[in-house]
Every structure is written in C-alpha cells, then in structure tokens.
C-alpha cells in the first residue's frame, strides 16, 4: 500500500471523527458544569438536522440557515434545562440518567411521528465535486465539518478559559458552594451550559444532514460521541475533541484493516476496556472513589 | 407482614388463579398474559439489581437477548428439550452478567450507565453480524417446545409461563428477605458502611448482577417459546428502557411494584392499538412523568394509604 492510501484515510477518520468530537463536546460541556451527562444529547443533533430541514424548505440560504439552527438548539436546551432537568437534578444519579434517556426517546419519536421514518437528503453548503491535491481527495462538507469543529472547539475552550461565564462555570464545577459564596447563581451557570451543548448539538445535527441523511435515527451518533467522551476524560474539552478524531480514526482504519464487524464493535470494545481500566480518559484528571 | 407460609401459599394460590384465567380467557388474551408474566420475570430481577442494590443497568434486554437465543440455539442446534434449554439459557445470562460484574464492580453512577450501554450495543452488533447463528436482523424462528414427544399447546406454553413466573417472584420475595437480600441494601443505602461491616461491596455487585442476568435470561427463553420468533430489535435499548419504566412507575426496590408496574404497562400498546403510532411517545412521556411527580413508584402511594409503623424498603429513617 502506499503511504498516500493512509493519508486518504486518515482524511477520512478525521472527518467522521470531527462529527464524533461536536457531540462528544456536547456531553463533556453541561457534564463539567452541572455533573449531568444528557443522554438525550443525540436527539438534540437530530433536531438540528430537522431544523435544518424546515428552514431550507422556506427557501432560507445556508448562511441564515446555520445561525438560526444553532439559536433554536440554545432555545430547546434552555426549555429543558429549565423544566426537566432543574426538577431532578438533586435526584440520584439513576433518575437524572433515565430522566435524560425519556427526553431523547420523546423527542425521536415525536420526530418520528411528525416526519416518519423516510429519510430526507440535503445538499451540503458546498457541492460533492470533490477537492483534489496532490492526488489526495477530499469532500468539501468534511472539510467543512472539520474546520467548524475547529473553530467551536476553540471558541468554547476560549469561553471556559476566558469569559466571566465561563469562569464561573469552571467554579461551579469544581465547588458549587463556595461558587454561590463568590455571588455565582448556579442555576444561571447550568443554563449557560445547557444552552451552549444543545447549540453545539444542533450543529453538528446540521454539518452531518448532508453526510448521513436527515432521519429520526441521527441521534445515534451519540454513542460514538459517548465513546469519544470517556476516551477524553469526561471533564477535557480539548480531551473530548481528540478522542473524537482518534473514535474517527480507529473505526476507518479498523474497517480497512479487519472488516466491517471488527468497525462496528471497536468503538464499544474500546469503551468497555476503558471503564475496566482507564475511567477517568486517557487526558482527564483521576477521580479516586474507593469502596 | 406474612409468614413465610403463608407467602408461600399466596403463590400457590396466585399460580392456581392464573392457569385458572389463563384457560377461561381465549387464546389471544391469554397470550398477552404471557407476555405480561415474562415482563414481570425480567422486571423483578432488574428491581433486585437496581432497586435494591442500587446498580444501574441500561443492558437488562441484552441479557434478555442472551437467554433468548441461547436457549433458542440450544433447543435447535443440540436438541435438548425447552425444560433444560431454558434453564441453561438463564445459566449462560448469569455468567454473562458475572462478566460484566467483573468491570462493573469498580463503576458507579454515569461510568456504570456507560458500561452497560457499551455492553448493550455488543450485544446488538454481534447478534447482527453472526447472521449464521443468529439469523441477523431478519430474525430466528424458534423450535416448537414438545414435552413427552408432544408439542405443547398455546395454552400449555402459556402454563410453564405462568408456573415460571410465579416460582420467580417467590423466589425474589425469598431472596429479598435473605442474607443476600439485606446486603443488598446495606450496598445501597451505604457503600462505605457496608464494607466497613465486612459486606464485600464487590462480591454483593457481582452476585446481584449475575442473578438480575439469571432473571432477564429466564425471561428471554420464555419470550421465545412463547412468541416463536426472536429478532435483536426485541432486545435493544428501548426494551431495556421499558423495563426499567416498569420498576420507576411501580417503585424501585419493591417487588409487589415491579409486578403491578409490568403487568400495567405491559397493556399500554393493547391500550393504545388504534393510535398505535403513539406508543413510544407515551412511553417516553411515562418514564418521564413517573420520574418528575412520582418517583417512589406506586408501592409508595400504596404504603401512605397503608401506614404501618415499621421499616420500609427505603430502610429505617436516620
């Protein structure tokens, strides 16, 4: 094999994997805020798609397209936020996992009887004619998909690093109640995240509709992005952002290499081996619990 | 309440009560039955693992899968008769479910969540992949169970259920009550204590994941006899979040709600048969409401209707 054949695919693993790492980032954001791990995270990508769907059918171009999605994806998080999770988020951990798993499962099939399970296809905001250099292909939506990562990426760890809500929410995070002492409302840091991961949800529901088809089952990309997640270490934004790319890589690669059953069994192979071992990521602080 | 005669005869009883019903009503309704009973099997042993134990479990309906199809398999492939493919087929769940306790032992709350729901999604993929075995998503018709070189009728398909089902529960209602039982709850209510009291935390894990498998493997050969055809959509994700929507509505830790719970929402596709479509969505909105306004369950509101001035599930108040 040529060395160009693994640059090829290593095109294509990032690309899937950038898809991986926006969903993986959704998780990782309102989980370092508030310890809450939605579940539900997948639907909200597919409400994005749909979002996506419906605005483009009023004849909207792509540059109002993608603002008004990402804004709707903030409006519903910040609707749920409010009136499901608040009510349950002093709750143990199983009602708030299982609370966040009903929300998903009411939005799909909400989805699912509005729309029906017949797959819509649009077109990317920039053509199929494939880019070439160097005798290295590449689609114009992955690299689109790609670089928009990029570019969220280091827009939220600007915003954790820098902005004042942004701040407050690392110190809620890391003690809620000497955060509410500084004069930090802690509801008001749970609203920022939620409505921050649910926006980076509808994005990513809107860069993979071109890619996957828009239909009820986007959300199972969540998964993936579960397993990009762990391998980042749950509370790294950078970390969930690489583990993205390297769930991205592992399955193009494991398809290649040993075959479809081996592709789709990695990811969860992988995830399990972690939990058993590694817990906490390959790039997440150690969090020691001993019974 | 009772003595443990006395329980033992209510089962009796309640079996009795059941062929009884089971004979009179006709076959359909007496099929839905069926299903009602072996939800309820796969109910009660989840409730063991996360109502009394408190565990979390997103891969109850893998394990279900895991005694469906082993059973299934070893009822066609090695020819052994339903009596012991099923009973085997729970065997195998339970050392699956001891495999999976192995990891788990060290997990707690959303990382216990994930490794159900990795543990799940193998299960899925490899169901589907080893089509040779496992007929793959298109489904397996399973081997009509014969007992003497018989085939069973419907209604003795629905009698083995049914006898099952009952001899399940009594044993829950034993084993709640037993040693295993009351480290079940000391693993709950206080990890630390626990082992501070010498309750190995990792042991009583592993026991109570391998026996909720036993449960849900016991429920999957059942399932199988019963409905004569198995296919892994049966199993996935939704199934397990069903099942654990019959022990959140009927209260988590309580036997009796597991039972009302299941048989309960077990009618609710039956109910909403004209607007089928629905059926999900009221599952979701169930799950969902059952958590934000009623989250002790039925049991709980039977319990303020009938004040008695002793412990509870939920332990003695500190």
């Given amino acids: 094999m040529p060395a160009s054949f693994y640059v090829q695919l290593a095109i294509a693993g990032i690309s899937v994997g950038s898809v991986y790492a926006l969903i993986a980032l959704s998780i990782v954001v309102p989980f370092k805020a508030s310890g809450v791990l939605n579940f539900g995270q997948g639907e909200l990508a597919t409400l994005g798609a749909y979002a996506a769907l419906v605005l483009s059918q009023f004849g909207l171009p792509y540059y109002l397209v993608a603002p008004l999605v990402i804004a709707s994806g903030a409006l519903i998080g910040l609707m749920i936020e409010r009136a499901l999770i608040r009510p349950v988020i002093k709750a143990p951990a199983f009602t708030v996992i299982i609370a966040t798993f009903a929300i998903g499962l009411a939005i799909k099939s909400a989805i699912a009887l509005h729309w029906g399970d017949t797959p819509y296809g649009v077109a990317g905001p920039f053509g199929d004619e494939p880019l070439v250099f160097n005798g290295l292909r590449a689609n114009p939506t992955s690299l689109w998909i790609v670089l928009c990562t990029v570019a969220i990426t280091a827009l939220v760890g600007g915003f954790f690093k820098y902005a004042r809500p942004g701040k407050a929410m690392r110190a809620v995070s890391i003690n809620p109640e000497a955060a509410t002492l500084m004069g930090i409302r802690i509801n008001g840091s749970y609203r920022w995240a939620w409505g921050m991961s649910s926006a980076i949800g509808a994005l990513a529901g809107l860069l993979v509709a071109p890619v996957v088809g828009i239909n009820p089952e986007v959300g199972g990309l969540i998964l993936r992005g579960l397993v990009a997640a762990v391998l980042g270490g749950f509370t790294s934004i950078y970390g969930a952002v690489i583990g993205g790319i390297l769930v991205g890589l592992l399955e193009t690669f494991a398809a290649v290499g040993l075959g479809g059953t081996v592709k789709n069994l990695a990811p969860f192979l992988v995830l399990l081996l972690l939990l058993a071992f590694r817990p906490y990521g390959l790039f997440g602080s150690r969090e020691i619990h001993r019974v | ?318």
């Fill in chain 2, 1 to 318: 309440m009772r003595t443990p005669n006395e329980r033992t005869l209510l089962c009796i009883g309640a079996a009795a009560a059941l062929l009884v019903v089971g004979a009179l009503v006709g076959s359909y309704p007496a099929y839905l039955l069926g299903l009602a009973m072996v939800n309820v099997i796969a109910a009660v042993g989840l409730n063991l693992l996360v109502g009394n134990s408190g565990q979390i479990s997103l891969c109850h309906s893998s394990f279900m899968a895991v005694g469906a199809y082993s059973s299934s398999l070893l009822a066609s492939g090695a020819g052994l008769p339903f009596w012991a493919a099923i009973p085997a087929g729970s065997v195998v769940a339970a050392i699956v479910g001891a495999l999976l306790g192995l990891p788990a032992r060290r997990l707690h709350g959303i990382y216990l969540a994930l490794a159900t729901l990795g543990f799940l999604q193998i299960v899925q993929i490899v169901v589907e992949e080893f089509a040779d075995f496992t007929g793959g998503v298109r489904g397996l018709n399973t081997a009509k169970p014969t007992l003497l070189g018989s085939p069973l009728t419907s209604y003795g398909v629905y009698c083995v259920v049914a006898i099952v089902c009952v001899l399940a529960v009594w044993l829950a209602i034993n084993i709640k009550r037993s040693r295993i039982g009351r480290e079940f709850d000391a693993v709950r209510l206080s990890p630390h204590a626990a082992q501070a009291l010498g309750i190995s935390v990792a042991r009583v894990k592993l026991t109570a994941f391998a026996l909720s498998a036993a449960y849900a493997g016991l429920a999957g050969g059942l399932f199988a006899i019963l409905v004569g055809f198995i296919d892994p959509n049966e199993f996935g994700i939704a199934a397990s979040l069903r099942q654990l929507t019959y022990i959140v509505v009927g209260g988590l830790g309580s036997i009796g709600g597991a039972i009302v719970g299941a048989a309960l929402l077990s009618g609710l596709p039956e109910l909403l048969r004209p607007i089928k479509e629905y059926t999900d969505f009221a599952a979701a909105l169930v799950l969902l409401g059952a958590l934000l306004f009623m989250p002790h369950g039925l049991a709980s509101a039977w319990q303020r209707l009938t004040p008695k001035p002793k412990a509870t599930w939920r332990g003695v108040p500190a």
